[in-house]
């Protein structure tokens, strides 16, 4: 029934179409895109581009009114509670909307003295900027604490418990991600709000979860979604901060007061209304189903290690689903000639540190990312070439 559901949703892909013998792996570092976003982006420029908030011809107009819906289109999507107390800030991706929290609000929220909770083993770009706001509030003789937000060693995914036993009355924000980009696993980010209670402002990077799965902001009740249009079918060079008025100081980012990208912007939403037509439900279910066997399979591979919790590679074991991208080493071949070799037969994989907080050269492996474009034969393909380098 999947399958039927998924195929003319594959058809829908020009690039896939066009080059049948290679085989994209890599949609964590960015995804392909749909002929309704590219017909959107094409017609857009086609029949009314200009600049936004700008003139008062009706060029100028329909593309004010077009980054406007825009906006109400991520609310949606995100299952915004509140849209009237809700404000959407468009980025080039999720390293520039982090850095926007950090920069443009973060500082506000906090005082000499105060505790800040944030990922040190997540991307690199949720974990930089915080510490860039720490050294800046700093020179102007702010004091504050950057703790580690604590993980499971079994399971990969963030400690409750050891969250509570460093959260205290000093805790003012925390940041946190939603799927971990080396691992694939969720990081069960719900249960962080009932650890530090109401009042703290919470972060979430989206980046790997926005497409993938439902998001509803209402339900995980955080303050900010950062997340990467590029990684939801969108344009390159897209991006957007969703950020709830509730907790701390209103979002009020200064970055933005030149051209907003128009074109990328209407490719996001044709991008958000494809993903909500084809079913965040279902591209969850296809891609977790991929990915279960593609880590199933790996698993059996002896030459091979899989990254991250044991958990998860427990046949029986639903207690870590990966959503999506599995990581893994071969014992002997070093990842980057593993990619080459992999290249050799069709597969597009990234082998290198994954932009890792912390990882160094030895932390180097291969990444096989999965999107809603992505087959069984592709993953049966794949381990059948991975089983022929054993
Ligand atoms: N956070 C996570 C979890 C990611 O996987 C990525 C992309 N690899 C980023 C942030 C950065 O996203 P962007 O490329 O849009 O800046």
């Avoid at 079918?233 to 980012?253: I, S």
């Amino acid at each position: 029934e999947l399958a039927a559901w998924q195929r003319p949703l594959r058809a829908q892909f020009p690039i896939i179409q066009a080059q049948p013998d290679l085989v994209y792996l890599d949609s964590a570092a960015t995804s392909q895109k749909p002929q309704a976003v590219l017909d959107a982006v094409h017609t857009y420029l086609t029949t009314s581009n200009a600049n936004a908030g700008r003139g008062s011809y009706p060029w100028a107009n329909t593309t004010t009114a077009m980054v406007e819906e825009a906006r109400d289109r991520i609310r949606r999507f995100l299952g915004d509670p509140e849209p009237e107390r809700s404000s959407v800030h468009f980025t080039s991706g999720a390293t520039e909307g982090l850095r926007t929290v950090a920069r443009d609000w973060l500082p506000a929220l906090l005082a000499d003295g105060d505790e800040i909770v944030v990922p040190f083993a997540d991307h690199e770009a949720n974990l930089s900027p915080w510490l860039e706001a720490r050294e800046l509030l700093a020179r102007q003789g702010v004091r504050i604490t950057v703790r580690e937000l604590p993980y499971q060693a079994s399971s990969g995914d963030y400690d409750p418990a050891a969250l509570a036993a460093l959260t205290g009355p000093r805790t003012r924000f925390v940041a946190a991600t939603h799927v971990h980009h080396v691992h694939g696993v969720d990081m069960n980010v719900h249960r962080i709000r009932e650890v530090v209670g109401p009042e703290v402002p919470i972060c979430l990077d989206a980046a790997q979860s926005i497409g993938h799965l439902p998001l509803s902001t209402a339900e995980l009740d955080v303050d900010f979604v950062v997340f990467s249009g590029h990684k939801t079918l969108a344009l390159p060079g897209t991006g957007a901060v969703w950020a709830r008025e509730r907790r701390g100081p209103a979002f009020r980012p200064g970055g933005w007061d030149g051209t907003p990208n128009t074109a990328g912007i209407a490719s996001l939403t044709a991008a958000l209304d494809w993903l909500d037509a084809a079913g965040t439900d279902r591209i969850e279910r296809w891609t977790t189903a991929l990915t279960a066997r593609l880590t199933d399979g790996l698993s059996r591979l002896p030459a091979y290690d899989v990254i991250g919790c044991r958990a998860s590679l427990a046949a029986d074991s639903q207690v870590q689903r990966r959503c999506s991208l599995v990581t893994f080493r071969h014992r002997e071949i070093p990842p980057h000639e593993l990619g080459f070799i992999l290249f050799s037969h069709g597969f597009m994989v990234r082998s290198d540190g994954h932009c890792q907080a912390g990882a160094g050269v030895k932390d180097a492996s291969v990444r096989v990312s999965l999107h809603v474009y992505n087959t069984p034969e592709e993953v049966e393909g794949l381990l059948t070439a991975l089983a022929n380098l054993q």
